[in-house]
């Protein structure tokens, strides 16, 4: 009987082969990649850190809400606006 594997048949047809994730190629990065997730990181630091003041009354008015202080914080970053 014949194995239709083909990391034991030595077939190359493009079959997933055994251990493959399915994942993306691994292609070199883009040009200015690593600039860009820095940017993003720093973006990302600085639209999470607030003073101890603003903190406690996001986490006041969250708790108005019935939310959390990270979900209310995320609708603030992602709308503009306080709610």
Do not use: F
């Not at 190359?12 to 691994?26: E, H, M, Q, V, Y």
């Not at 600039?35 to 903190?55: E, P, Y």
């Amino acid at each position: 009987m014949a194995s239709n594997d083909p990391s034991k048949t030595g077939d190359d047809s493009g079959a997933p082969r055994i251990g493959d994730n399915g994942g993306p190629p691994l292609d070199p990065p883009e040009p200015g990649a690593a600039w860009r997730l820095w940017c993003w990181r720093r973006a990302h630091k600085q639209a999470w850190s607030a003073s101890r003041d603003v903190m406690l009354r996001r986490l006041a008015r969250a708790e108005e809400l019935g939310m959390s202080y990270h979900e209310y914080t995320l609708e603030i970053l992602e709308r503009g606006r306080y709610l």
